[in-house]
């Protein structure tokens, strides 16, 4: 006791001493840095015509289901077929929204539309692997979709639950995953867990994968492969039961790229009714732009490799401090991404929410503890994601100093708790 003590004092000094210092430090999203946004640049430029291939002036109404050769491009660079896919939104995000809420407005495939089932007083459920993207979670929220929490593992989500649940319950419609560098676990599926969705029994006839591949070209090294979900989906006799959901937010611009989503024949034509009502066309100009601006897939590879040279050291960063300060102590213990945007840390249980506390007071903001979970329930209080991203090295330096004194802090504050509770 008396060393935990002494240890505790030791921590609550250097933590005030980091107080006085006034910082503004912000690793709560994982937005790219000012060096990542500058190598799109050339989108902000000039270009070189405003029209299609086949002389279409991208400059007027039409083209509900985006430019031919923004398609092509996306279907090179993903190994999807350009036809399945719907591009020109800005913003995956939204294109998953408005997929959900016209599901809950009119169904799928002559099924009932899910919220019919909500009106009746038995909502709809979707499956959550976590810790997950606290986005997806909240448009289920906002829609009325019950969350159930799925642990997600080394190579995906725990398939055999998925497969016990997804199985025996027709109101389990679906369920979210992050395919590549998943957020925040930064975890890749196998092909394995990739068949076994495609292929799983379902209760529900109408049950949706929304399969959202935010990171899928975001490799820092390596490329690490993923298997073709929807070639997949298609040879086990379920050819819609994934939207696969793509955009350029962190290749280009965030919220002011391109985004797509692709699905089996029969979900397209139903996306593009209900897109019919609500839109006459994208912004085609801008895929336009991001076409004359890549050329190629290959063109986005080599992009992201620049991307790359940004974040990794960012990301050594964060690790090399978690070694060197708490390796060995037992207080966390953390993930090693290949690529993406996120690290995952697990604190002792009963910690996250308290060293984000503290961090957020000595002027370093964190992503809520809780936060990748459904509801903001992590039943152990240990998850914090970390997003190396947006800071500048010299900042996140500073902000790692910080976090790893929180995290001891956090941990020497409850295990004397613990002691003198027993
Ligand atoms: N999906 C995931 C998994 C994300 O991490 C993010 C951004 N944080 C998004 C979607 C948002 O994408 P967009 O900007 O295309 O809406």
Redesign the pocket.
Known sequence: MAALETQLTELQKQYDDFKTLGLQLNMA??KPGSGQLDLSAGLLGAFPSYKLEDGTDARNYGILNGIPECRNLFAGLLGINADRIIAGA???????FDTMASLCLFGTGGGKPWHYYKFEGTPVKFLCPVPG?D??FTICEELGIEMIPVPLLEDGPDMDMVSELAAKDPLIKGIWC?PLY??PEGVCYSDEVVDRLASMETAAEDFRIFW?N??GVHHFEERTPLKDILAACESAGHPDRTYY??????ITF??A?V?LVASGEKNINELKKHMSAQTIGHNKLNQLHHVQFFKTPEGIRHHMELHAKELAPRFQMVLDWLEREISGTGYARWTSPKGG??ISLYTKPGCASRTVELAKNAGLTLTPAGAAYPYGNDPEDSHIRIAPSYPSLEELEKAMKLFCICIKLAATEHLLKEEKEN
């Open positions: 999203r994982g800005s913003s995956s995000l939204n294109v998953m993207y986005r997806h992050v998943s957020n959202d935010a990171y959901f793509f955009s350029t937010s962190k965030p919220g790229g985004a945007y996120f």
